[in-house]
């Protein structure tokens, strides 16, 4: 059965700038998520971590329910405070083409006819 807000919602999410938001939105919202099951695991208040990352409390809550701007620094501290490492990965966005490099015709990378560096040739 469909629910009125199920079918609101199919309609906005016909919208391609409405739907690129929420879906930024939600990939903000993991890490936030991610770091809170992180310390609630380790029996941690949002105050015991921010003491063992040496950063305010409200700083750990901010990065839980509204995690924009952190830098790696500062999810580095909070990683090694939950005895964790970060580790980045660049994944491919729903729905994004591929990626296409185009130079000169029959030519490789480098302009000499060839696609790999000197050093891997």
């Known amino acids: 059965m469909t629910t009125r807000w199920k079918r ?7 919208d391609a700038k409405l ?3 929420v879906e930024s939105e939600l990939e ?6 991610q770091i809170a099951k992180l310390r609630a695991a380790e029996n941690l208040s949002q105050t015991k971590l921010a003491a063992k ?3 305010s409390a409200p ?4 990065m ?3 995690p924009r701007n952190l830098t790696i620094g500062t999810l580095i ?6 005895d964790r490492r970060v580790e980045i990965k660049l994944v491919r966005r729903k ?3 591929a990626f296409q490099a185009h130079g000169k015709p029959g030519r490789g990378r480098n302009g000499r006819g060839e696609s790999k560096p000197a050093a891997f040739r």
């Open 19 to 21: 739907r690129d938001l």
């Open 53 to 55: 990352a040496e950063m």
């Open 28 to 33: 903000n919202l993991q890490l936030g998520v």
């Open 77 to 82: 501290r909070v990683a090694h405070a939950l």
């Open 64 to 66: 839980e329910n509204e």
């Open 8 to 14: 609101f919602y199919q309609k906005q999410m016909e």
């Open 95 to 97: 729905g994004a083409k």
């Open 59 to 62: 700083k750990i809550s901010a």
